[in-house]
């Protein structure tokens, strides 16, 4: 689209209607043009006053009013000085300073001004051009107000002189297009065009001139522009008239036309002028010289002999500054008058590869959120080159392995966009390092780096440090302390990097894992609710959830698993002799005629705890007689260190001290009354005669007894490390550890598989006790009463129960006769 905006200039008269026909035609002639060019394109007039409407810019970009301020349209900044503005409130583009076209183009023929348009939210970029119209604001000024010429009277008519062609600052119809003189009778004016719409007055001399009759002639020479109002420019025309020197200096051509590369050092010659002049002697001897008006910028770069007429480089040539300079070059004899003759050469600069490509930003980056799409905007790159043809084209290149590309959007334009995925926990920022390289040879480049910052999002869950976790508590410990301490990272920022945890809600013998222990959401500490005891509770896990505080928020899961260690908080239970049943003494019968080693009782006990807070030991603590009795360290037998003499004492008294292996150790205590008499009867005898050596025997089977704790001790611990690994290994799939279903099921009716068995073939020989503890391991035992027992059995008691067993010492205490007693344990694993 093109608009043409005219400024308020205006002439008297019907110049002013003229002058609206003709900024009208303009109009009509511009907008086809621009509509075939596809670009928005506007003409207006030089010198419009500042804040003069050009058009609604907007309304062409197709904004509404309000989004000109939302989208903050407006004249992106660009080197140079800037000439318009956007007027936020109606979308209308204004003039914002002066415009000068002839300060701006100078004689060029088109006058453009490129400005770039942005929108942002999103980005966009327009491209605008303004063209800027001529007006008729100069008048036509001769480089001096006086020409002089010096003509010799013998000069034939037709003669021509060159005169000083009057400047024009302005472009076209509004420049110089004629000159006349004021009338005289030897002198005629003659209008020569020259290359570039260039007119150079030239006076003829109409017939010979007569000194004597007249030595000095004044002319008026008028200079006219085409504009409308029609402007000039005046010069007065000094002739003086001299006698013989009669001829000057001629050139080979009018014009020369030479070019010279901008880098060409200096002393470079560029051309070499002729000039002859056909008198002889003085008046042919030539000099040349710069015409009179030569501008500093000239004289400054070039340099001509006098002598030879050579011009010579003196100066740094500039293609980007001066492309073109038209040199007058005046060739005068010697003679008197001094004849002289004129030239101009026409020197073009040739552009060479002097300068580097220069990057900048139309509108700074933004940071972009990770999850950015692919060609996502990032920002608005322009490019500028001040060389010519291919040295001003310019390649712009990205570093490989970017996430970014490049895209082309006009002549010298780019969008950086994305090319691929973004990763902030992987870089979180980026220099990107822009290459711009010309065409020329050698080509130049520049670079420009451009920061780009990556926003987070929460696309990262919490870690954990572990998968699981093990932990070892001891049992009894204070409620409220401090369990274990678990840690999740997240690879996010900000929000969603804070973690907060949480206990994810189960079971622990059918009662919420919440009333056992509870969590600091801030630091992942997991504190206990209450104490805890071995013997009711040997392992839990802990379901633990660490959540971020994005949106939406990620979490992920881990297990603690919580090993009771069991403590020596138990003191050793004594089941037999039962005192339940028989007060706090036992009383047993032992004949008088008992040998050495005779078996009188069998001590019994019992500890809730396991390990070696388990491992009991009997010893006498206080005896009547300390000669006549011991007790088996292992299995509590009490028997007789030695035969039973006329002079012990009928009623005996022993007090057993039983012990655990705990730290610090507990201990029990239970009183045997032993009553010796006489003729009691020993069923045992004979089979006792036949059985040899009786306390080696006793000894092997102590040395057994040690062989045997400490293979189960053994056994045990190669057990427990079995089972936590598999714990460790079964939870990463199941997030189950150690029990099984139908352990949990047994333990919630412990004492559902509690069986007592007697056998009643004949005299009652054993009798077996089976039940199920707190942690569904069902207890076997089995009290032998053969008359070998003395010699064969040991015990290995571990109940789940104290009083329960007891409780069925007590009953089997109240059916049997007092005997001698053994007992066995043995531990059965109940399969799944």
């Given at each position: 689209m093109s608009v043409s905006a005219n400024g308020p200039r205006m002439t008297k008269g019907g110049g002013f209607i003229v002058w609206r026909w003709k900024a009208l035609w303009w109009h009509h002639f511009f907008l086809l043009w621009t509509s075939i060019d596809g670009q928005t394109r506007y003409s207006i007039l030089e010198e419009l006053s500042p804040g003069s409407v050009i058009a609604n810019i907007a309304k062409d970009l197709g904004l509404g009013v309000s989004e000109v301020a939302e989208r903050k349209l407006r004249v992106a900044a660009d080197a140079g000085e800037q000439y318009f503005s956007v007027d936020v409130g109606k979308g209308e583009l204004l003039v914002k300073d002066r415009i000068d076209r002839e300060a701006l183009c100078g004689q060029s023929s088109s006058c453009v001004l490129p400005l770039q348009v942005v929108v942002d939210k999103?980005?966009?970029?327009?491209?605008?051009?303004?063209?800027?119209?001529?007006?008729?604001?100069?008048?036509?000024?001769?480089?001096?107000?006086?020409?002089?010429?010096?003509?010799?009277?013998?000069?034939?008519?037709?003669?021509?002189?060159?005169?000083?062609?009057?400047?024009?600052?302005d472009f076209g119809v509004n420049s110089v297009r004629s000159y006349s003189l004021s009338k005289d009778d030897f002198f005629t004016l003659k209008v020569k065009d020259l290359s570039g719409g260039r007119k150079v007055p030239e006076?003829?001399?109409?017939?010979?001139?007569?000194?004597?009759?007249?030595?000095?002639?004044?002319?008026?020479?008028?200079?006219?522009?085409?504009?409308?109002?029609?402007?000039?420019g005046t010069a007065r025309i000094i002739i003086n008239v001299f006698d013989i020197n009669d001829n000057f200096p001629v050139f080979d051509n009018h014009m020369y036309k030479v070019s010279i590369s901008e880098n060409s050092a200096k002393g470079s010659s560029i051309v070499t002028l002729a000039a002859k002049d056909i008198d002889e002697g003085m008046n042919g001897e030539v000099e040349y010289l710069f015409g009179t008006h030569t501008p500093e910028s000239v004289s400054s770069v070039f340099n001509i002999d006098p002598k030879t007429g050579e011009i010579i480089l003196v100066g740094k040539l500039d293609f980007e500054t001066n492309a073109v300079y038209e040199v007058d070059i005046t060739a005068k004899d010697k003679g008197t008058p001094r004849m002289e003759g004129h030239c101009t050469v026409h020197i073009e600069v040739l552009d060479v590869n002097d300068n580097a490509p220069d990057i900048f930003l139309t509108s700074p980056p933004n940071p972009v959120p990770e999850n950015s799409p692919k060609g996502t905007v990032v920002a608005l790159i322009n490019v500028r080159d001040l060389d010519s043809g291919e040295n001003g084209k310019v390649m712009l290149q990205l570093p490989k392995g970017l996430p970014f590309d490049l895209k082309h959007s006009f002549s010298d334009s780019y969008t950086l966009v994305t090319s691929g995925g973004l990763d902030r926990e992987k870089a979180a920022h980026y220099d990107i390092e822009i290459t711009g390289t010309d065409l020329g040879i050698p080509a130049l480049s520049s670079k420009k780096i451009i920061s780009v910052i990556v926003t987070d999002v929460n696309d990262n869950p919490p870690v954990f440090s572990q998968s699981s976790y093990n932990v070892y508590l001891k049992e009894n410990g204070v409620a409220g302390s401090i369990l274990f301490s678990v840690s999740a990272s997240d690879l996010d920022s900000g929000e969603n990097a804070k973690i907060s945890y949480s206990i994810l809600d189960s079971k622990v013998q059918e009662v919420s894992v919440s009333s056992y222990v509870y969590i600091n959401s801030d630091n992942g500490s997991i504190y206990s609710m209450h104490s805890f005891d071995y013997e009711k509770l040997k392992v839990f896990e802990i379901q633990v959830q660490a959540k971020d505080q994005g949106s939406p928020s990620l979490s992920s899961n881990t297990t603690v698993h919580v090993f009771i260690l069991d403590q020596n908080d138990n003191a050793p239970s004594v089941i037999y002799p039962s005192s339940a049943a028989l007060g706090s003494l036992s009383h047993q019968r032992m004949p008088r005629s008992a040998k050495a080693g005779h078996l009188v009782t069998k001590v019994t006990a019992v500890d809730a705890d396991s390990g070696h807070n388990a491992w009991i030991s009997y010893k006498v603590a206080e005896a009547t007689d300390a000669s006549l009795f011991t007790v088996n360290q292992y299995t509590g037998e009490v028997r007789t260190k030695r035969s039973v003499s006329e002079h012990d004492d009928s009623s005996q008294r022993l007090l057993i001290e039983i012990r655990d292996d705990g730290e610090p150790v507990q201990s029990a205590t239970v009183t045997v009354s032993i009553l010796l008499e006489d003729g009691l009867h020993e069923p045992i005898l004979d089979l006792r005669h036949k059985v040899s050596e009786p306390s080696k025997k006793s000894d092997r089977l102590a040395l057994y007894l040690i062989l045997s704790l400490a293979s189960v001790s053994v056994l045990s611990l190669v057990t427990f490390l079995i089972?936590?690994?598999?714990?460790?290994?079964?939870?990463?799939s199941s997030g189950a550890c150690c029990m099984r279903r139908s352990d949990c099921e047994d333990y919630k009716n412990p004492n559902r598989n509690l069986q007592?068995?007697?056998?009643?073939?004949?005299?009652?020989?054993?009798?077996?006790?089976?039940?199920?503890?707190?942690?569904?391991?069902?207890?076997?035992?089995?009290?032998?009463?053969?008359?070998m027992s003395e010699y064969s059995d040991f015990t290995l008691i571990k109940p789940s129960s104290t009083t329960d067993f007891k409780e069925v010492i007590s009953v089997l205490d109240a059916s049997l006769p007092d005997s001698t007693w053994t007992f066995e344990s043995q531990q059965v694993s109940r399969n799944n």
């Open positions: 999103p980005l966009q970029m327009h491209r605008v051009q303004v063209e800027i119209q001529d007006i008729n604001d100069n008048s036509p000024v001769f480089p001096s107000k006086d020409i002089i010429l010096n003509i010799s009277e013998s000069t034939a008519a037709g003669a021509r002189f060159s005169l000083e062609a009057a400047q024009d600052l006076l003829i001399l109409s017939k010979s001139l007569d000194r004597e009759k007249k030595a000095r002639h004044q002319l008026q020479l008028t200079a006219l522009d085409g504009g409308n109002p029609v402007k000039s089972l936590a690994v598999k714990c460790m290994r079964s939870s990463r007592i068995q007697l056998n009643t073939d004949g005299p009652i020989k054993y009798v077996e006790v089976l039940g199920g503890d707190m942690m569904s391991q069902s207890q076997s035992f089995r009290s032998c009463m053969s008359p």
